[in-house]
């Protein structure tokens, strides 16, 4: 079962290429003049233009380590989770690429997850006190969708700068990897209207006790009518930009369930959009496991259980981990000693600050842990989750996997 778990993460991926999905989508539209790409999947979204025989100008971005060959394009690295210098000079040259182009030019965006700090254009406080407020979010527990509400009305390029910034028809290709495939969330929106304001972008700081006091400054001033918000939906400018989803968490999802059903299993999605704290998830699923093994509801063993989303962790410990490790671990902690087979991974092969995709749980991992002497308890205490699984031999290690799709969960169901 544990291979079984691993080759239903691969079909996955192998399913949902960017690169394959871009070549076969720029067959259906009027060729563009030029190019920018940025993300986890630049690479081989770029690759996918070079195979449908297209060489434009323009240039990618992606986070280190995960670039592929490419025979035309230049495809630059930076930092992510929190953006770096070459972070600034990447969104730099994008926003100076972007307005030496007229109308009569069409500008292909590719964008994928990670695009927020790949795309760092400071306005209103220096990189440094950017780098430290990006890091206390990520530690808050806030949704993608506050981070980005704040990163937007701190940044010269997203929130729809990118296409404000240009006179050119816009199309943008996008990799979703936010619950909802909500396009003004995807990297922060670059070429897309933005429903946020300063005062929402301020209330995400309130709610998480993050004080940012130069930011805090800025999106004062915003809220006060001193500086322009960034375009919202309705504006004109939107009329040249088109924003389409071409991969999303739910054709993840989809075709991890389709390898299952494949093999035998009923298996069922649960929804693409879970968010939250990973504890409440793997409480919530917990509860779906023992009420159907107890009564056959809301389904009768055996199943495989698929679900995707976007967990979260409020870090308060020194260990290492991810929002898929920490769901696993809580996972085994609420079902006790009647586990079951699991996995959790991030589709872009890593989960948080650690070097894995995420984990498998079997149904003996307590009793396992037991004899290791491993307390469970005192791993999540300390946000160690990652400590954990690579004491039982569990981790799950791909590398980057060129894809960002969020999360996949698959819980396998035996009597």
Known sequence: MHEKL????????????????????????????????????????????????????????TRYGHGVPLGHYELVEA???????????????ALEFARALGPEDHLLVLVSGGGSALWCAPWGLELEELQALNRALLASGATISEMNAVRKHL??????????????????LLVSDVPGDDVSTVASGPTAPDPTTFADALAVLERYRITAPAARVHLE????????????????????????????????????????????????????????EARELARFHAALVQSSRARGFPYRPPFILVSGGEAAVTVRGEGRGGRNQAFLAWLAYFLGPE???????????????SDAAGAVMRPDTLARAAGLRL?????????????FFAELGDLVITGPTHNNLNDLRVIVVEP
Request: net charge negative; proline share 5%; no cysteine.
């Open 6 to 61: 691993k080759a239903a993460f691969a079909r996955a991926l192998e399913r949902t290429d960017p690169r394959r999905a871009v070549r076969e989508a720029v067959q259906a539209f009027e060729l563009p003049t030029a190019v920018l790409a940025v993300g986890k999947a630049a690479g081989p979204m770029l690759a996918g233009l070079e195979d449908a025989g297209l060489r434009l100008p323009g240039f990618g971005v």
């Open 79 to 93: 930092g992510h989770p929190v953006p770096d210098e070459a972070s600034v000079r990447a969104a730099e040259g």
């Open 155 to 172: 940044s010269r390029i997203k929130g729809g700068r990118l296409a404000q910034a240009t006179r050119a028809r816009v199309t943008a």
């Open 221 to 276: 001033r915003g809220a006060a009518g001193e500086l322009l918000d960034t375009p919202k939906p309705g504006d004109p400018l939107f009329v040249r930009v088109t924003n389409r989803v071409l991969l999303a968490n739910a054709d993840l999802l989809e075709a991890a369930a389709g390898f299952w059903r494949e093999e035998g299993w009923a298996a069922y999605v649960l929804s693409d959009r879970f968010e939250g």
């Open 339 to 353: 586990g079951v087979w699991a996995l959790a991974a991030d589709s872009d092969g890593i989960d948080g600050n």
């Open 375 to 387: 307390d469970l308890r005192a791993y999540l205490a300390r946000d160690d989750t990652h400590g």
